[in-house]
């Protein structure tokens, strides 16, 4: 008894304490909670992902069958509405405009982006005046924010051309034109979602440890070998970041383009989700509007996961 009270005591500075004795039911009760404490952490993820689950299986189904607003009687045809699409003209017009379309908007918002989170980086009054300016477009609803360019675009009445006209430059067509049509929404979208990639920049810019550029600026190197060599390897897995969010949100882009065009003029501007918003309201094609979405979403899916894939790679670089 005596020997059990001696293993019991803790001397601290002079000072003896006594631990108290841990129950073995209170153990098991820890062990058990342990055990659950896993599950109990997923299904609030779990309750987040079936509501979503079960419409994405049900689109899955509509892809495959007849289904269509003016006759809701399904037959399940298996793969032939995207032997359909893969076949149809349409299809890849669609596909050509989405990647144009992302291609063009994300690589002018990474360079204007980049150029601007450097700028604002700098501790000048214009700086510190111009970052709370940045959050403007952000805060407008895009559809909001395209009918305003809508009006500031019409080549009748609109703001735009009355400030072109003092460059000689009269009657520019903007939307209206298929010409410049996808000048037009990419205008809209750089305008709209740069200042989005700016201020992801901006973070990575400020988060950066000072001692490798203090080092650098003793070795008397330039501020152009400093920004290949330390600021943009650094600001890699930043920059794949702002790459993945204004992707995947290009690829499927439907308010700016139907807000200004509907698609128009003709078909320059169908992308995926224009023309599947089209193919399944308009026409009353369900089905195939569904599967269009179907394959939309792989490709983005692919391309996203090949973009995390690189990410990774950049942040095991610098670690």
Partial sequence: MEANQASSQVSTGGRVDTAPAIAPAAVKGVSRR???????????????TLPVLYPF?????YSMTT??????????????????????????????????YAGCAVGIELLLGMLIAVLLNQE????????????????????????????MMSPEFGV???????????????????????????????WMFTPFIA?????????????????????????????KNLTLPMLMPFIIVAVVF?????????????????????????????????????????????ALMMINWIIVYVIS???VKFWRKSQDRLS
């Fill in 34 to 48: 342990n055990k659950y404490l896993p599950y109990l952490i997923v299904m609030p993820a779990l309750a987040l």
């Fill in 57 to 61: 299986i049900q689109s899955i189904y």
């Fill in 67 to 100: 289904y269509s607003l003016t006759n809701p009687h399904k037959v399940f045809i298996w793969f032939e509405n995207y032997v359909w699409l893969f076949t149809d003209p349409e299809f890849w017009n669609s596909v050509r405009v989405s990647f144009v």
């Fill in 124 to 151: 000048t009054l214009l700086a510190k005046v111009l970052r709370p300016l940045l959050l403007m477009p952000l805060m407008i609803a895009p559809i909001i924010g395209t009918l305003m360019w809508k009006l």
């Fill in 160 to 190: 735009l051309n009355y400030f072109l006209s003092f460059f000689g430059a009269r009657n520019f067509q903007w939307a209206s034109a298929a010409g410049t049509a996808v000048f037009s929404v990419v205008l809209i979208d750089v």
């Fill in 199 to 227: 201020l992801l920049l901006l973070a990575g810019l400020r988060s950066m440890p000072a001692p490798p550029f203090e080092a650098a600026m003793v070795d008397g190197a330039s501020k152009w070998f400093i920004f």
């Fill in 246 to 290: 204004r992707l995947i949100d290009s690829l499927r882009q439907f308010d700016i383009i139907f807000g200004l065009t509907k698609g128009g003029p003709g078909s320059t501007l169908m992308n995926f989700q224009v023309s599947a918003y089209t193919t399944a309201f308009t026409y009353t094609k369900v089905s195939d509007g569904t």
């Fill in 305 to 307: 996961m090949f973009l």
